[in-house]
Protein backbone atom coordinates (compact mmCIF):
# COMPACT_ATOMS: atom_id res chain seq x y z
CA UNK A 1 0.00 0.00 0.00
CA UNK A 2 2.58 2.54 1.16
CA UNK A 3 4.24 1.26 -2.30
CA UNK A 4 1.44 2.06 -4.68
CA UNK A 5 1.09 5.59 -2.23
CA UNK A 6 4.27 6.53 -2.99
CA UNK A 7 3.67 5.69 -6.92
CA UNK A 8 0.97 8.15 -6.74
CA UNK A 9 2.70 11.05 -5.39
CA UNK A 10 4.98 10.91 -7.57
CA UNK A 11 2.61 10.53 -10.69
CA UNK A 12 1.12 13.89 -9.03
CA UNK A 13 4.59 16.06 -8.40
CA UNK A 14 6.01 14.66 -11.44
CA UNK A 15 2.92 16.18 -13.32
CA UNK A 16 3.53 19.48 -11.71
CA UNK A 17 7.35 19.51 -11.74
CA UNK A 18 7.63 19.69 -15.42
CA UNK A 19 4.57 21.59 -16.94
CA UNK A 20 2.00 18.98 -16.95
CA UNK A 21 -0.75 19.80 -14.33
CA UNK A 22 -0.86 22.38 -11.96
CA UNK A 23 -3.86 22.72 -9.23
CA UNK A 24 -6.14 25.25 -10.34
CA UNK A 25 -6.04 28.65 -8.61
CA UNK A 26 -2.71 27.91 -6.73
CA UNK A 27 -2.02 31.17 -5.50
CA UNK A 28 -4.87 31.19 -3.71
CA UNK A 29 -4.35 28.04 -2.15
CA UNK A 30 -6.29 25.76 -5.02
CA UNK A 31 -9.89 24.73 -5.33
CA UNK A 32 -10.67 21.59 -4.65
CA UNK A 33 -10.83 18.84 -7.37
CA UNK A 34 -9.80 21.30 -10.33
CA UNK A 35 -7.32 21.38 -11.88
CA UNK A 36 -5.36 23.61 -15.11
CA UNK A 37 -3.52 21.35 -17.45
CA UNK A 38 -0.31 23.25 -18.05
CA UNK A 39 2.06 23.80 -21.41
CA UNK A 40 2.78 20.18 -21.57
CA UNK A 41 -0.29 18.37 -20.27
CA UNK A 42 -2.16 20.25 -22.63
CA UNK A 43 -0.55 19.04 -25.57
CA UNK A 44 -0.66 15.58 -24.04
CA UNK A 45 -4.98 15.98 -23.53
CA UNK A 46 -5.21 17.13 -26.94
CA UNK A 47 -3.29 14.28 -28.67
CA UNK A 48 -5.45 12.15 -26.68
CA UNK A 49 -8.68 13.57 -27.99
CA UNK A 50 -7.33 13.98 -31.24
CA UNK A 51 -6.86 9.55 -31.11
CA UNK A 52 -10.15 9.45 -29.84
CA UNK A 53 -11.63 11.65 -32.51
CA UNK A 54 -9.97 9.93 -35.21
CA UNK A 55 -10.86 6.49 -34.47
CA UNK A 56 -14.04 7.45 -33.80
CA UNK A 57 -15.15 10.16 -36.32
CA UNK A 58 -12.31 10.15 -39.32
CA UNK A 59 -12.00 6.16 -39.61
CA UNK A 60 -15.85 5.59 -39.55
CA UNK A 61 -17.82 6.95 -41.89
CA UNK A 62 -21.42 6.55 -40.03
CA UNK A 63 -19.69 8.08 -37.15
CA UNK A 64 -20.54 12.40 -37.15
CA UNK A 65 -19.08 14.58 -34.48
CA UNK A 66 -20.86 17.46 -32.92
CA UNK A 67 -20.02 20.49 -30.09
CA UNK A 68 -22.84 21.60 -28.34
CA UNK A 69 -23.71 24.20 -26.15
CA UNK A 70 -22.51 23.74 -22.37
CA UNK A 71 -25.63 25.23 -21.30
CA UNK A 72 -29.01 23.85 -22.23
CA UNK A 73 -32.69 24.48 -22.07
CA UNK A 74 -33.54 23.21 -18.04
CA UNK A 75 -36.71 20.87 -18.70
CA UNK A 76 -33.50 18.91 -20.72
CA UNK A 77 -32.21 17.66 -17.09
CA UNK A 78 -35.91 16.89 -15.76
CA UNK A 79 -36.16 14.29 -18.78
CA UNK A 80 -33.18 13.13 -18.27
CA UNK A 81 -33.67 11.80 -14.65
CA UNK A 82 -30.84 14.08 -13.75
CA UNK A 83 -33.10 16.78 -11.65
CA UNK A 84 -34.43 13.67 -9.88
CA UNK A 85 -32.36 11.01 -9.46
CA UNK A 86 -28.80 12.10 -10.66
CA UNK A 87 -27.66 11.77 -6.35
CA UNK A 88 -25.25 10.25 -4.44
CA UNK A 89 -25.61 9.13 -0.83
CA UNK A 90 -24.05 11.28 1.40
CA UNK A 91 -22.76 10.63 4.95
CA UNK A 92 -20.77 12.38 7.64
CA UNK A 93 -18.39 11.40 10.43
CA UNK A 94 -19.64 13.49 13.39
CA UNK A 95 -15.87 13.28 14.73
CA UNK A 96 -13.74 14.31 11.95
CA UNK A 97 -16.28 16.16 10.44
CA UNK A 98 -15.08 14.13 7.33
CA UNK A 99 -18.05 13.66 4.11
CA UNK A 100 -18.05 10.60 2.58
CA UNK A 101 -20.35 9.17 -0.39
CA UNK A 102 -21.78 6.11 1.40
CA UNK A 103 -21.77 3.65 -1.33
CA UNK A 104 -17.88 4.20 -1.93
CA UNK A 105 -17.34 3.27 2.01
CA UNK A 106 -19.12 0.32 1.32
CA UNK A 107 -17.23 -0.86 -2.13
CA UNK A 108 -14.02 0.11 -0.36
CA UNK A 109 -15.04 -2.38 2.13
CA UNK A 110 -15.92 -4.81 -0.31
CA UNK A 111 -12.66 -3.99 -1.97
CA UNK A 112 -10.40 -4.89 0.85
CA UNK A 113 -12.06 -8.57 1.61
CA UNK A 114 -11.11 -9.02 -2.37
CA UNK A 115 -7.56 -8.21 -1.82
CA UNK A 116 -8.02 -10.82 0.98
CA UNK A 117 -9.33 -13.02 -1.96
CA UNK A 118 -6.52 -12.02 -4.01
CA UNK A 119 -3.97 -12.42 -1.72
CA UNK A 120 -4.81 -16.28 -0.62
CA UNK A 121 -5.07 -16.45 -4.37
CA UNK A 122 -1.38 -15.37 -5.24
CA UNK A 123 0.26 -17.30 -1.98
CA UNK A 124 -1.67 -20.72 -3.88
CA UNK A 125 -0.19 -19.61 -7.49
CA UNK A 126 3.69 -19.07 -5.83
CA UNK A 127 2.86 -22.50 -3.92
CA UNK A 128 1.27 -24.78 -6.55
CA UNK A 129 3.12 -23.00 -9.47
CA UNK A 130 2.51 -24.02 -12.99
CA UNK A 131 -0.39 -27.18 -11.86
CA UNK A 132 -2.27 -24.29 -10.41
CA UNK A 133 -6.70 -24.30 -11.18
CA UNK A 134 -7.53 -20.63 -10.18
CA UNK A 135 -11.22 -21.66 -10.52
CA UNK A 136 -10.97 -24.80 -8.64
CA UNK A 137 -9.22 -23.18 -6.10
CA UNK A 138 -11.62 -20.30 -5.65
CA UNK A 139 -14.20 -23.03 -5.47
CA UNK A 140 -13.03 -25.15 -2.72
CA UNK A 141 -10.56 -23.14 -0.43
CA UNK A 142 -12.76 -22.62 2.95
CA UNK A 143 -11.05 -18.92 3.49
CA UNK A 144 -11.76 -17.70 -0.31
CA UNK A 145 -15.12 -19.54 -0.22
CA UNK A 146 -15.90 -17.93 3.45
CA UNK A 147 -14.87 -14.29 2.07
CA UNK A 148 -16.72 -14.55 -1.10
CA UNK A 149 -19.92 -15.48 1.31
CA UNK A 150 -19.31 -12.44 3.26
CA UNK A 151 -18.85 -10.10 -0.68
CA UNK A 152 -22.09 -11.75 -1.76
CA UNK A 153 -23.79 -10.94 1.37
CA UNK A 154 -22.76 -7.68 1.57
CA UNK A 155 -23.44 -6.89 -2.69
CA UNK A 156 -27.10 -8.03 -1.99
CA UNK A 157 -27.85 -6.18 0.90
CA UNK A 158 -26.43 -3.37 -0.75
CA UNK A 159 -28.15 -3.60 -4.00
CA UNK A 160 -31.64 -4.18 -2.33
CA UNK A 161 -30.98 -0.80 -0.59
CA UNK A 162 -29.50 1.03 -3.65
CA UNK A 163 -32.62 0.14 -5.62
CA UNK A 164 -35.11 0.86 -3.10
CA UNK A 165 -33.48 4.03 -2.23
CA UNK A 166 -33.25 2.97 1.26
CA UNK A 167 -30.32 4.84 2.74
CA UNK A 168 -31.95 4.00 6.52
CA UNK A 169 -30.62 0.72 5.07
CA UNK A 170 -27.57 1.54 4.01
CA UNK A 171 -26.25 3.47 6.94
CA UNK A 172 -27.40 0.51 9.20
CA UNK A 173 -24.70 -1.80 6.58
CA UNK A 174 -21.75 0.79 7.09
CA UNK A 175 -22.24 0.40 10.72
CA UNK A 176 -22.91 -3.42 10.90
CA UNK A 177 -19.82 -3.78 8.87
CA UNK A 178 -18.02 -1.85 11.44
CA UNK A 179 -16.73 0.91 9.13
CA UNK A 180 -14.64 3.51 10.66
CA UNK A 181 -13.82 6.95 9.29
CA UNK A 182 -10.15 6.40 8.18
CA UNK A 183 -9.74 9.85 9.61
CA UNK A 184 -11.11 10.23 13.48
CA UNK A 185 -11.03 6.01 13.19
CA UNK A 186 -14.65 6.25 14.99
CA UNK A 187 -17.84 4.73 13.53
CA UNK A 188 -19.69 8.02 14.69
CA UNK A 189 -21.90 8.67 11.86
CA UNK A 190 -24.92 10.84 10.85
CA UNK A 191 -27.88 10.00 8.82
CA UNK A 192 -27.56 9.26 4.91
CA UNK A 193 -28.88 11.74 2.31
CA UNK A 194 -28.98 12.77 -1.13
CA UNK A 195 -26.93 15.21 -2.62
CA UNK A 196 -27.68 16.03 -6.13
CA UNK A 197 -23.89 16.47 -8.22
CA UNK A 198 -25.57 19.34 -10.37
CA UNK A 199 -24.33 22.51 -10.36
CA UNK A 200 -27.16 25.19 -10.80
CA UNK A 201 -26.65 28.88 -12.09
CA UNK A 202 -28.81 31.85 -13.21
CA UNK A 203 -29.57 32.76 -16.77
CA UNK A 204 -30.51 36.49 -17.80
CA UNK A 205 -30.61 39.18 -15.05
CA UNK A 206 -30.85 38.10 -11.47
CA UNK A 207 -33.46 39.75 -10.57
CA UNK A 208 -37.19 37.85 -11.57
CA UNK A 209 -37.45 36.55 -15.31
CA UNK A 210 -34.11 34.77 -14.57
CA UNK A 211 -34.18 30.74 -15.01
CA UNK A 212 -32.01 28.24 -12.95
CA UNK A 213 -30.33 26.27 -15.45
CA UNK A 214 -27.47 23.72 -14.88
CA UNK A 215 -23.83 22.86 -15.93
CA UNK A 216 -23.73 20.08 -17.88
CA UNK A 217 -23.03 16.71 -15.55
CA UNK A 218 -22.63 14.81 -19.10
CA UNK A 219 -22.07 15.60 -22.66
CA UNK A 220 -24.57 12.75 -23.95
CA UNK A 221 -27.88 14.85 -23.50
CA UNK A 222 -26.55 17.63 -25.95
CA UNK A 223 -26.46 14.47 -28.80
CA UNK A 224 -29.99 13.34 -28.00
CA UNK A 225 -31.40 16.47 -28.21
CA UNK A 226 -29.45 17.06 -31.57
CA UNK A 227 -30.52 13.64 -32.96
CA UNK A 228 -33.02 15.17 -35.38
CA UNK A 229 -30.72 17.64 -36.97
CA UNK A 230 -27.93 15.63 -37.47
CA UNK A 231 -29.99 12.64 -38.57
CA UNK A 232 -31.79 15.23 -41.11
CA UNK A 233 -29.05 17.54 -42.27
CA UNK A 234 -26.35 14.94 -42.59
CA UNK A 235 -29.05 12.31 -44.16
CA UNK A 236 -27.33 9.76 -41.93
CA UNK A 237 -29.08 5.93 -41.82
CA UNK A 238 -29.12 3.83 -39.02
CA UNK A 239 -26.96 2.72 -37.82
CA UNK A 240 -24.99 5.68 -36.90
CA UNK A 241 -23.47 7.12 -34.46
CA UNK A 242 -22.60 10.74 -32.96
CA UNK A 243 -19.73 11.88 -31.34
CA UNK A 244 -19.13 14.67 -28.99
CA UNK A 245 -16.09 15.78 -26.84
CA UNK A 246 -16.88 18.26 -23.91
CA UNK A 247 -16.79 19.81 -20.58
CA UNK A 248 -18.55 18.48 -17.99
CA UNK A 249 -19.39 19.54 -14.55
CA UNK A 250 -20.52 17.37 -11.28
CA UNK A 251 -20.35 18.87 -7.67
CA UNK A 252 -18.80 15.31 -6.63
CA UNK A 253 -19.14 14.75 -2.92
CA UNK A 254 -15.68 13.07 -2.35
CA UNK A 255 -13.23 14.89 -4.81
CA UNK A 256 -9.91 13.02 -4.29
CA UNK A 257 -7.40 11.05 -6.27
CA UNK A 258 -6.30 13.89 -8.41
CA UNK A 259 -7.25 14.11 -12.14
CA UNK A 260 -9.48 10.57 -11.29
CA UNK A 261 -12.61 12.29 -9.53
CA UNK A 262 -12.66 16.50 -10.53
CA UNK A 263 -15.71 18.52 -10.28
CA UNK A 264 -14.74 20.41 -14.18
CA UNK A 265 -13.56 17.38 -16.35
CA UNK A 266 -13.96 16.43 -19.77
CA UNK A 267 -15.83 13.19 -21.79
CA UNK A 268 -15.50 12.17 -25.16
CA UNK A 269 -19.08 9.98 -26.04
CA UNK A 270 -20.36 8.97 -28.49
CA UNK A 271 -24.06 7.45 -28.88
CA UNK A 272 -24.43 4.74 -31.43
CA UNK A 273 -28.39 4.27 -32.82
CA UNK A 274 -29.69 1.35 -33.42
CA UNK A 275 -32.52 -0.56 -34.76
CA UNK A 276 -34.52 -2.03 -31.87
CA UNK A 277 -33.60 -5.72 -31.44
CA UNK A 278 -29.91 -5.45 -32.51
CA UNK A 279 -28.97 -3.28 -29.59
CA UNK A 280 -27.68 -5.90 -27.54
CA UNK A 281 -25.67 -6.72 -30.62
CA UNK A 282 -24.22 -3.60 -31.04
CA UNK A 283 -23.47 -3.44 -27.29
CA UNK A 284 -21.34 -6.20 -27.31
CA UNK A 285 -19.53 -4.77 -31.30
CA UNK A 286 -18.81 -1.73 -28.59
CA UNK A 287 -17.65 -3.34 -25.79
CA UNK A 288 -15.04 -4.95 -28.12
CA UNK A 289 -14.24 -2.21 -30.12
CA UNK A 290 -13.51 0.05 -27.22
CA UNK A 291 -11.14 -2.19 -25.30
CA UNK A 292 -9.03 -2.63 -28.91
CA UNK A 293 -8.90 0.97 -29.17
CA UNK A 294 -7.23 1.29 -25.22
CA UNK A 295 -4.85 -1.67 -26.27
CA UNK A 296 -4.09 -0.02 -29.20
CA UNK A 297 -2.18 2.27 -27.08
CA UNK A 298 0.22 -0.14 -26.15
CA UNK A 299 -0.01 -1.00 -22.83
CA UNK A 300 -0.32 -4.08 -21.55
CA UNK A 301 -4.07 -6.16 -21.60
CA UNK A 302 -3.30 -6.89 -17.69
CA UNK A 303 -3.81 -3.41 -16.64
CA UNK A 304 -7.60 -3.42 -18.29
CA UNK A 305 -10.55 -5.50 -17.32
CA UNK A 306 -14.28 -5.63 -17.63
CA UNK A 307 -16.75 -5.02 -14.88
CA UNK A 308 -20.10 -5.96 -16.26
CA UNK A 309 -22.90 -4.27 -14.18
CA UNK A 310 -25.18 -6.66 -12.29
CA UNK A 311 -27.55 -3.53 -11.18
CA UNK A 312 -28.52 -1.51 -14.17
CA UNK A 313 -29.77 1.70 -14.29
CA UNK A 314 -33.13 2.24 -15.00
CA UNK A 315 -32.58 2.82 -18.70
CA UNK A 316 -30.19 0.45 -19.28
CA UNK A 317 -30.36 -3.18 -20.59
CA UNK A 318 -27.26 -4.03 -20.01
CA UNK A 319 -23.77 -1.97 -19.13
CA UNK A 320 -19.99 -2.75 -18.41
CA UNK A 321 -17.54 -0.32 -17.34
CA UNK A 322 -13.90 -1.01 -18.87
CA UNK A 323 -11.29 -0.49 -15.40
CA UNK A 324 -8.01 0.16 -15.58
CA UNK A 325 -5.08 -0.39 -13.21
CA UNK A 326 -4.97 3.24 -11.65
CA UNK A 327 -1.95 3.52 -8.71
CA UNK A 328 -4.44 2.96 -6.44
CA UNK A 329 -5.99 0.21 -7.98
CA UNK A 330 -8.41 -0.85 -10.79
CA UNK A 331 -11.51 2.11 -11.56
CA UNK A 332 -13.65 3.03 -14.01
CA UNK A 333 -12.06 4.34 -17.10
CA UNK A 334 -14.58 4.53 -19.42
CA UNK A 335 -18.62 2.98 -19.20
CA UNK A 336 -20.68 1.49 -22.13
CA UNK A 337 -24.19 1.19 -21.95
CA UNK A 338 -26.81 -0.09 -23.56
CA UNK A 339 -29.35 2.74 -23.34
CA UNK A 340 -32.30 1.56 -24.98
CA UNK A 341 -34.77 3.68 -26.65
CA UNK A 342 -34.95 5.79 -23.13
CA UNK A 343 -33.66 9.10 -23.74
CA UNK A 344 -35.21 9.78 -27.56
CA UNK A 345 -38.30 9.21 -25.59
CA UNK A 346 -38.18 10.99 -22.55
CA UNK A 347 -37.13 13.85 -24.95
CA UNK A 348 -40.14 13.43 -27.10
CA UNK A 349 -42.67 13.26 -24.07
CA UNK A 350 -41.08 16.23 -22.70
CA UNK A 351 -40.35 18.27 -25.80
CA UNK A 352 -43.62 16.99 -27.43
CA UNK A 353 -41.51 16.62 -30.78
CA UNK A 354 -41.39 13.58 -32.41
CA UNK A 355 -37.83 12.11 -32.36
CA UNK A 356 -37.99 9.10 -34.54
CA UNK A 357 -36.82 7.68 -37.50
CA UNK A 358 -37.92 6.00 -40.71
CA UNK A 359 -36.51 3.47 -42.02
CA UNK A 360 -37.03 2.79 -45.14
CA UNK A 361 -36.13 -0.90 -45.75
CA UNK A 362 -38.11 -1.89 -42.95
CA UNK A 363 -40.80 0.72 -44.29
CA UNK A 364 -41.34 1.59 -41.17
CA UNK A 365 -40.52 4.28 -38.35
CA UNK A 366 -39.62 3.47 -34.73
CA UNK A 367 -37.67 5.69 -31.86
CA UNK A 368 -34.20 4.41 -32.46
CA UNK A 369 -31.82 2.33 -29.49
CA UNK A 370 -28.76 3.39 -28.02
CA UNK A 371 -25.25 2.42 -27.11
CA UNK A 372 -23.26 4.97 -25.33
CA UNK A 373 -19.46 4.72 -24.90
CA UNK A 374 -18.37 7.21 -22.42
CA UNK A 375 -14.78 7.95 -21.25
CA UNK A 376 -13.23 10.64 -19.52
CA UNK A 377 -10.57 12.47 -21.01
CA UNK A 378 -8.57 13.08 -17.84
CA UNK A 379 -8.80 9.48 -16.76
CA UNK A 380 -7.25 8.49 -20.09
CA UNK A 381 -4.72 11.20 -19.26
CA UNK A 382 -3.96 9.79 -15.82
CA UNK A 383 -3.78 6.13 -16.73
CA UNK A 384 -1.48 7.03 -20.11
CA UNK A 385 0.57 9.27 -17.70
CA UNK A 386 0.74 7.31 -14.74
CA UNK A 387 1.65 3.45 -16.58
CA UNK A 388 4.12 5.39 -18.60
CA UNK A 389 6.09 7.18 -15.37
CA UNK A 390 8.93 4.97 -14.46
CA UNK A 391 12.55 5.00 -12.82
CA UNK A 392 14.88 3.19 -14.51
CA UNK A 393 18.30 1.63 -12.92
CA UNK A 394 21.07 1.77 -15.67
CA UNK A 395 23.67 -0.25 -16.56
CA UNK A 396 26.33 2.30 -14.94
CA UNK A 397 23.92 1.91 -11.65
CA UNK A 398 22.63 5.58 -12.06
CA UNK A 399 18.70 5.64 -12.24
CA UNK A 400 16.41 7.56 -15.18
CA UNK A 401 12.95 8.77 -14.96
CA UNK A 402 11.72 8.31 -18.11
CA UNK A 403 7.83 9.16 -19.32
CA UNK A 404 7.51 6.37 -22.17
CA UNK A 405 4.31 7.96 -23.83
CA UNK A 406 3.20 6.39 -26.67
CA UNK A 407 5.05 8.20 -29.34
CA UNK A 408 1.70 9.60 -31.01
CA UNK A 409 0.47 10.87 -27.70
CA UNK A 410 3.86 12.41 -26.55
CA UNK A 411 3.75 16.48 -26.08
CA UNK A 412 7.27 17.23 -28.24
CA UNK A 413 7.77 14.57 -30.91
CA UNK A 414 11.19 15.31 -30.96
CA UNK A 415 14.14 17.94 -29.27
CA UNK A 416 16.78 19.57 -31.61
CA UNK A 417 19.78 19.61 -29.51
CA UNK A 418 23.12 21.36 -30.97
CA UNK A 419 25.93 19.66 -28.67
CA UNK A 420 27.56 23.29 -28.13
CA UNK A 421 26.29 26.50 -28.04
CA UNK A 422 28.74 28.12 -30.87
CA UNK A 423 30.56 26.66 -33.96
CA UNK A 424 27.14 27.52 -36.39
CA UNK A 425 25.51 24.70 -34.52
CA UNK A 426 22.61 26.30 -33.12
CA UNK A 427 22.14 28.03 -36.23
CA UNK A 428 22.52 24.19 -38.20
CA UNK A 429 20.12 23.01 -34.99
CA UNK A 430 17.51 26.12 -35.91
CA UNK A 431 17.72 25.18 -39.75
CA UNK A 432 16.54 21.29 -38.86
CA UNK A 433 14.01 22.68 -36.09
CA UNK A 434 12.38 24.93 -39.31
CA UNK A 435 12.39 22.12 -42.14
CA UNK A 436 10.41 19.53 -39.33
CA UNK A 437 7.93 22.31 -37.17
CA UNK A 438 5.21 22.38 -39.52
CA UNK A 439 5.06 18.46 -39.58
CA UNK A 440 5.79 17.63 -36.18
CA UNK A 441 6.08 19.41 -32.56
CA UNK A 442 9.59 19.84 -31.60
CA UNK A 443 11.71 21.82 -28.58
CA UNK A 444 14.74 23.00 -29.12
CA UNK A 445 17.15 22.96 -26.36
CA UNK A 446 20.91 24.44 -26.03
CA UNK A 447 21.08 24.98 -22.22
CA UNK A 448 23.37 22.27 -20.25
CA UNK A 449 25.36 19.61 -20.95
CA UNK A 450 24.08 17.31 -23.63
CA UNK A 451 23.29 13.82 -21.37
CA UNK A 452 21.29 16.74 -19.19
CA UNK A 453 19.34 17.27 -21.61
CA UNK A 454 18.57 13.92 -22.48
CA UNK A 455 17.36 13.25 -19.54
CA UNK A 456 15.04 16.57 -19.42
CA UNK A 457 13.96 14.74 -22.67
CA UNK A 458 13.37 11.55 -21.25
CA UNK A 459 11.59 12.91 -18.33
CA UNK A 460 8.61 14.52 -20.12
CA UNK A 461 8.34 11.51 -22.98
CA UNK A 462 9.75 13.13 -26.10
CA UNK A 463 10.64 10.09 -27.76
CA UNK A 464 13.64 11.19 -30.08
CA UNK A 465 16.23 13.33 -29.59
CA UNK A 466 18.21 14.89 -32.59
CA UNK A 467 21.93 16.10 -31.95
CA UNK A 468 23.59 18.26 -34.15
CA UNK A 469 27.43 18.23 -33.45
CA UNK A 470 30.58 19.23 -35.64
CA UNK A 471 30.54 16.73 -38.22
CA UNK A 472 26.78 17.47 -38.92
CA UNK A 473 28.34 20.33 -41.10
CA UNK A 474 30.57 18.27 -43.23
CA UNK A 475 28.28 15.14 -43.20
CA UNK A 476 24.75 16.62 -43.14
CA UNK A 477 23.93 14.21 -40.47
CA UNK A 478 22.70 13.85 -36.95
CA UNK A 479 21.97 11.55 -34.17
CA UNK A 480 19.11 10.43 -33.33
CA UNK A 481 18.15 9.07 -30.11
CA UNK A 482 15.38 6.51 -29.14
CA UNK A 483 14.08 7.60 -25.70
CA UNK A 484 13.33 4.14 -24.55
CA UNK A 485 16.46 1.71 -25.34
CA UNK A 486 18.58 5.02 -25.45
CA UNK A 487 19.93 3.79 -29.09
CA UNK A 488 21.28 5.79 -30.88
CA UNK A 489 21.81 6.24 -34.80
CA UNK A 490 23.49 8.61 -37.24
CA UNK A 491 21.23 9.71 -40.18
CA UNK A 492 21.19 11.88 -42.68
CA UNK A 493 19.29 15.32 -42.42
CA UNK A 494 17.67 14.65 -45.61
CA UNK A 495 16.22 10.86 -44.31
CA UNK A 496 14.81 12.79 -40.60
CA UNK A 497 11.38 13.59 -42.27
CA UNK A 498 10.85 10.15 -43.46
CA UNK A 499 12.14 8.86 -40.55
CA UNK A 500 10.11 10.81 -37.77
CA UNK A 501 7.03 9.92 -39.84
CA UNK A 502 7.58 6.41 -40.10
CA UNK A 503 8.42 6.04 -36.04
CA UNK A 504 5.43 8.09 -35.07
CA UNK A 505 2.37 7.22 -36.99
CA UNK A 506 -1.43 7.80 -36.40
CA UNK A 507 -2.62 5.07 -34.79
CA UNK A 508 -5.28 2.82 -36.18
CA UNK A 509 -8.49 1.30 -34.55
CA UNK A 510 -11.90 1.74 -36.43
P1 LIG B 1 -17.85 7.01 -11.13
O1 LIG B 1 -18.65 5.79 -10.77
O2 LIG B 1 -16.36 6.80 -11.08
O3 LIG B 1 -18.31 8.26 -10.44
P2 LIG B 1 -19.62 7.31 -13.31
O4 LIG B 1 -20.10 5.91 -13.48
O5 LIG B 1 -20.47 8.30 -12.61
O6 LIG B 1 -18.14 7.31 -12.67
P3 LIG B 1 -20.19 8.03 -15.98
O7 LIG B 1 -21.35 8.86 -15.61
O8 LIG B 1 -20.41 6.71 -16.63
O9 LIG B 1 -19.23 7.88 -14.72
O10 LIG B 1 -19.21 8.94 -16.87
C1 LIG B 1 -18.47 8.41 -17.95
C2 LIG B 1 -16.99 8.64 -17.78
O11 LIG B 1 -16.71 10.00 -17.44
C3 LIG B 1 -16.36 7.83 -16.65
O12 LIG B 1 -16.03 6.53 -17.10
C4 LIG B 1 -15.14 8.64 -16.33
O13 LIG B 1 -14.06 8.32 -17.21
C5 LIG B 1 -15.57 10.06 -16.59
N1 LIG B 1 -15.91 10.74 -15.33
C6 LIG B 1 -17.08 10.68 -14.66
N2 LIG B 1 -17.04 11.44 -13.56
C7 LIG B 1 -15.81 12.02 -13.53
C8 LIG B 1 -15.15 12.93 -12.65
N3 LIG B 1 -15.77 13.43 -11.58
N4 LIG B 1 -13.89 13.31 -12.94
C9 LIG B 1 -13.25 12.83 -14.03
N5 LIG B 1 -13.82 11.98 -14.89
C10 LIG B 1 -15.08 11.56 -14.67
Redesign the pocket.
Known amino acids: MANQEDAFKKVVSHAKEYGFIFPSSEIYDGLGAVYDYGQLGTELKNNIKQYWWKSMVQYHENIVGIDSAIFMHPKIWKASGHVDAFNDPLIDNKDSKKRYRADVLIEDHIAKIEEKINKEIEKAKKRFGEAFDEAQFRATNARVLENQAKIDEITNRFSECLNANDLEGLRQLIIDLEIACPISGTRNWTEVRQFNLMFATQMGSVSEGSDTIYLRP ?1 TAQGIFVNFLNVQKSGRMKIPFGIAQIGKAF ?1 N ?1 IVARQF ?5 E ?1 E ?1 MEMQFFVRPGTELEWFKHWKEERLRWHLALGIPAENYRYHDHEKLAHYANAAT ?1 IEFKFPFGF ?5 IHSRTNFDLTRHSEFSGKKLQYFDAELNENYTPYVIET ?3 V ?2 TFLAVFSHALKDEVLEDGSTRTVLSLPAVLAPYKAAILPLVKKDGLPEKAREIMDMLKYDFMMQYDEKDAIGRRYRRQDAIGTPYCITVDNDTLTDNSVTIRERDTMKQERISIDNLRAYLHEHIQPIKVD
Open positions: EREIFRMRFQDKELEGSIGDR
